[in-house]
């Protein structure tokens, strides 16, 4: 039987709100080495976002390489990275042939010799057990030529095309190479496919800091670009777990500790993938069951619409920091322009099971970051392989609490009393006006483990959007949120919209590439 770990947007040396979380990426590391010596897992790939920034800090690489060694002390015989659109392809490959002869496969960039994107992997005895089409984030400037003078729908859909063809081009190249082996070795090999993309219908939440990475053309990339003849996708990108198109076999793992408050409620899941599995676990009954999210404290708001990325709402380039100037800090951070989802929205999850920490009984068990190990959600792919999805721990809770100004109190009191350690986001949307919200919620907090990390003033908000002002906070602001305001504040006409953002991102993108 052979064993694969799909995992992805890790994002090493993310801040939220400026709070560094290396201890939380330590934990999290830990607990899956602590998952591929107790699963015996054979392979462990990560589809994409390796790090939150093309430059990450040094604690995040010393994470990274301290993880790698680490691995090659356990019976993982073979890691597979691929790059995702925050990493510099250039810094993951720069150590590629050295970590080669570990047998850890790095993939930055789309390669010139398209079947270095196949890799054969072998058991223990030196046949081949797994073929790999390890497909990074394609970016535009790889799989579109530039033509004079093309229109917007032009660039789409050659966008589109690039990526399908790449697709088509690799997954014939790993089949040729499967029948090859089928032919020599009497017996098949499996494929898994890798990407690092947005498909249609992908599910994401406000405020995940996701990236839109193929502007307009979203809609066009489907699950019909992976090859029906491949056993497994293993995708990265967007933050939420979920399958694609209804198709079991082609899965987003998410990323593995919550990137924001508006992920706060979901399950963080790795998945397990068994080729060969034996008849026992096969036999055993399926488990898709779903669970009501509901926070620490307060009762769950009503549930929202949740977002799905478009053009008009691009997001390309969020979280990259931005010079500070006087100016800038002299923007209010209380009162916010913000038209967002409920980061307290619950929703029900493509698969989920129960969980104490969302629940509201968070044990001493998941706080100090230990789980039992087994699966939560069970998918029975062909007669001879599984899918087990394992749930991650929470290591540093998090929570937003809203509400009036006694229900955030009383919130306060009962987390107060917990002795638990939460960062907290802090959102008042009572009428009364409370206008020393920040002093009276650092008097509640003081003497105790709970730390506030952002504080939302939704009455001075609405006090704000019915005078017609613009004060946004610089931490809430993206590039491309910068320009959006600017077309506003210009008053530009709908039908150039759609011009200016292509030039725009065009900008982004080189300005990106020069990182490389």
């Given at each position: 039987?052979?064993?694969?770990?799909?995992?992805?947007?890790?994002?090493?040396?993310?801040?939220l709100?400026?709070?560094?979380?290396?201890?939380?990426?330590?934990q999290?590391l830990?607990?899956?080495?602590q998952?591929?010596?107790?699963q015996?897992?054979?392979?462990?790939?990560?589809?994409?976002?390796?790090?939150?920034t093309?430059?990450?800090?040094?604690?995040?690489?010393?994470?990274?390489?301290?993880?790698?060694?680490q691995?090659?002390?356990?019976?993982?015989?073979?890691?597979?990275?691929?790059?995702?659109?925050?990493?510099?392809?250039?810094?993951?490959?720069?150590?590629?042939?050295?970590?080669?002869?570990?047998?850890?496969?790095?993939?930055?960039?789309?390669?010139?010799?398209?079947?270095?994107?196949?890799?054969?992997?072998?058991?223990?005895?030196?046949?081949?057990?797994?073929?790999?089409?390890?497909?990074?984030?394609?970016?535009?400037?790889?799989?579109?030529?530039?033509?004079?003078?093309?229109?917007?729908?032009?660039?789409?859909?050659?966008?589109?095309?690039?990526?399908?063809?790449?697709?088509?081009?690799?997954?014939?190249?790993?089949?040729?190479?499967?029948?090859?082996?089928?032919?020599?070795?009497?017996?098949?090999?499996?494929?898994?496919?890798?990407?690092?993309?947005?498909?249609?219908?992908?599910?994401?939440?406000?405020?995940?800091?996701?990236?839109d990475?193929?502007?307009?053309s979203?809609?066009?990339?489907?699950?019909?670009?992976?090859?029906?003849?491949?056993?497994?996708?293993?995708?990265g990108?967007?933050?939420i777990?979920?399958?694609?198109?209804?198709q079991?076999?082609?899965?987003?793992?998410?990323?593995?500790?919550?990137?924001?408050?508006?992920?706060?409620?979901?399950?963080?899941?790795?998945?397990?993938?068994?080729?060969?599995?034996?008849?026992?676990?096969?036999?055993?009954?399926?488990?898709?069951?779903?669970?009501?999210?509901?926070p620490?404290?307060?009762?769950p708001?009503?549930?929202?619409?949740?977002?799905?990325?478009?053009?008009?709402?691009?997001?390309l380039?969020?979280?990259?920091?931005?010079?500070?100037?006087?100016?800038?800090?002299?923007?209010?951070a209380?009162?916010?322009?913000?038209?967002?989802?409920?980061?307290?929205?619950?929703?029900?999850?493509?698969?989920?099971?129960p969980?104490?920490?969302?629940?509201?009984?968070?044990?001493?068990?998941k706080l100090?970051?230990?789980?039992?190990?087994q699966?939560?959600?069970?998918?029975?792919?062909?007669?001879?392989?599984?899918?087990?999805?394992l749930?991650?721990?929470?290591?540093?809770?998090?929570?937003?609490?809203?509400?009036?100004?006694?229900?955030?109190k009383?919130?306060?009191?009962?987390?107060?009393?917990?002795?638990?350690?939460?960062?907290?986001?802090?959102?008042?949307?009572?009428?009364?006006?409370?206008?020393?919200?920040?002093?009276?919620?650092?008097?509640?907090?003081?003497?105790?483990?709970?730390?506030?990390?952002?504080?939302?003033?939704?009455?001075?908000?609405?006090?704000?959007?019915?005078?017609?002002?613009?004060?946004e906070?610089?931490e809430?602001?993206?590039?491309?949120?910068?320009?959006?305001?600017?077309?506003i504040?210009?008053?530009?006409?709908?039908?150039?919209?759609?011009m200016l953002?292509?030039?725009?991102?065009?900008?982004?993108?080189?300005?990106?590439?020069?990182?490389?």
């Open positions: 039987m052979l064993t694969l770990l799909h995992t992805s947007d890790w994002h090493l040396g993310r801040r709100y400026g709070k560094p979380r290396y201890d939380e990426f330590k999290f830990d607990w899956q080495l998952t591929l010596r107790e015996k897992v054979d392979v462990l790939l990560i589809a994409g976002d390796i790090f939150d093309t430059a990450p800090s040094n604690q995040a690489q010393n994470l990274y390489y301290d993880f790698l060694s691995v090659c002390d356990t019976d993982c015989r073979h890691v597979i990275i691929v790059a995702g659109n925050h990493d510099s392809a250039s810094f993951l490959e720069a150590p590629k042939q050295l970590l080669k002869a570990f047998n850890i496969h790095i993939i930055g960039s789309m390669t010139d010799t398209p079947t270095d994107e196949v890799i054969t992997l072998s058991d223990k005895a030196g046949q081949p057990e797994l073929i790999v089409m390890a497909v990074p984030y394609l970016r535009d400037r790889d799989v579109r030529t530039v033509g004079h003078g093309e229109r917007l729908d032009d660039k789409e859909r050659k966008l589109a095309q690039g990526i399908k063809t790449h697709y088509a081009q690799i997954a014939d190249i790993a089949i040729a190479q499967q029948a090859q082996l089928h032919a020599k070795y009497k017996r098949s090999i499996p494929i898994v496919a890798t990407g690092h993309l947005f498909t249609v219908g992908g599910q994401t939440m406000e405020g995940d800091g996701v990236r990475l193929y502007v307009g979203l809609g066009s990339i489907g699950a019909e670009i992976f090859h029906p003849q491949i056993d497994y996708v293993a995708l990108h967007l933050h777990p979920q399958a694609v198109g209804g079991p076999h082609i899965r987003y793992a998410g990323s593995p500790i919550a990137m924001g408050f508006s992920e706060s409620r979901q399950q963080k899941q790795v998945h397990l993938l068994r080729f060969d599995a034996n008849p026992d676990l096969l036999s055993q009954p399926l488990q898709t069951l779903t669970i009501q999210k509901k620490l404290v307060s009762a708001t009503p549930v929202n619409k949740r977002k799905r990325m478009s053009h008009t709402s691009m997001d380039f969020a979280e990259v920091e931005l010079p500070e100037s006087p100016m800038l800090k002299a923007i209010n209380e009162a916010e322009i913000e038209v967002a989802i409920d980061a307290q929205a619950s929703y029900k999850a493509q698969y989920d099971t969980s104490d920490h969302l629940s509201g009984q968070m044990s001493e068990q100090s970051g230990q789980s039992s190990g699966p939560y959600n069970v998918a029975k792919l062909s007669d001879t392989t599984l899918l087990q999805s749930p991650v721990p929470v290591f540093q809770p998090i929570q937003t609490l809203r509400g009036d100004w006694q229900t955030i009383t919130s306060l009191h009962s987390l107060k009393n917990s002795q638990q350690s939460v960062w907290l986001e802090v959102v008042y949307d009572g009428e009364e006006v409370v206008g020393d919200l920040s002093e009276k919620i650092a008097e509640l907090v003081n003497d105790s483990r709970l730390e506030v990390l952002r504080i939302k003033n939704q009455q001075k908000r609405d006090q704000v959007m019915q005078s017609q002002r613009m004060d906070s610089l809430e602001l993206n590039p491309t949120q910068v320009f959006e305001r600017c077309l504040a210009h008053q530009v006409l709908e039908e150039q919209k759609p953002w292509s030039k725009y991102t065009e900008v982004l993108e080189s300005l990106q590439g020069g990182q490389q």
